[in-house]
């Protein structure tokens, strides 16, 4: 079995040890994409953008596009985006002939028939507390490291109950649900410090392989997806530092947990939960009292096997 505390030594790094000129130096002529997956972010999203577009772009030449994916935004997130320099496809309109469903995983999937990358990054369009070494930090051990597939980052949460506290814990789910979950299923990834942290870069031809769960259980997938597939020594993690951004409901969260125990139960040989799948909770505020929440439980086939389909 893989040794998890001798990993963590090996694989995990600081973003300050990737500086811009020596990626520069190990890009040499890969392509590199960064994605944002936005849904009704408007109020975030163009700052992020117009970072991302000024320090990594303009200033230099190592990002070399910079994607918003709208699942079905019912705010100005679009047109956000496009005015902060983005090139913005919504979801739905990507691939038609696939289909579309809601969700984040769906933005993911369909941004690999719309990029061009090597290597892809991944960034949640609801930062406040954040920098650009964001991405540098996750491209580093990708380009300089051949046998790196998955890099996964971790940082500071900074809470939002008014106190501006830092904390190194994951969020609710990671620490009520994902992190329990590994430990006795996966022993060999416990040392990765925020399995779900929505900022994370992934080579290009192994994310294409992958199945693509439609809603929030794709950053679990893709970890124990990589690790079945390449072993542990194909992941790293970059601590990125501090973190900041809007936290959801305790019965949003509950909808997001079951969808990453469904993505776990399935890769643990228990089989495919049923499509359609309800979450049941109870709200004395409302009548009736009890209310069925939708869990997505589908998972998008790998691109390689649908990306010579018709365009």
Not at 275 to 282: E, G, K, M, S, T
């Amino acid at each position: 079995m893989s040794d998890p505390v001798a990993w963590f030594a090996r694989a995990t790094s600081r973003s300050a040890e990737w500086p811009l000129g020596g990626l520069l130096r190990a890009k040499v002529d890969r392509r590199i994409t960064v994605v944002i997956p936005a849904r009704n972010e408007a109020a975030t999203v163009g700052a992020i953008v117009t970072a991302i577009r000024q320090d990594l772009m303009v200033a230099v030449d190592l990002v070399d596009e910079l994607i918003v994916i709208d699942s079905d935004s019912e705010d100005a997130t679009a047109a956000v985006a496009q005015a902060a320099g983005a090139t913005v496809c919504a979801a739905r309109s990507v691939r038609p002939d696939l289909g579309g469903r809601p969700g984040k995983g769906e933005a993911l999937w369909k941004s690999q028939f719309t990029s061009t990358g090597d290597v892809v990054v991944f960034i949640d369009a609801d930062l406040i507390g954040w920098g650009t070494h964001f991405v540098t930090g996750l491209l580093g051990p990708l380009l300089t490291d051949d046998s790196v597939h998955l890099v996964r980052g971790f940082y500071d949460r900074v809470l939002d109950d008014g106190s501006a506290t830092h904390t190194p814990q994951g969020g609710r789910v990671t620490e009520l649900v994902a992190r329990p979950m590994i430990a006795m299923c996966y022993p060999a990834l416990t040392r990765v410090v925020q399995p779900l942290a929505g900022e994370w870069a992934i080579r290009r031809t192994t994310m294409a392989d992958l199945p693509i769960p439609v809603g929030y259980g794709v950053e679990m997938s893709t970890l124990l997806d990589v690790f079945a597939r390449h072993g542990l020594d194909a992941i790293a993690q970059v601590d990125l530092g501090e973190r900041a951004h809007a936290h959801q409901s305790v019965h949003d969260l509950a909808v997001m947990a079951s969808e990453i125990l469904a993505v776990a139960l399935r890769r643990t040989g228990h089989g495919r939960p049923a499509a359609n799948d309800r979450l049941w909770q109870f709200d004395r505020g409302v009548e009736p009292p009890w209310r069925a929440r939708a869990v997505p439980t589908e998972e998008r086939p790998p691109a390689s096997l649908v990306s010579a389909a018709c365009r």
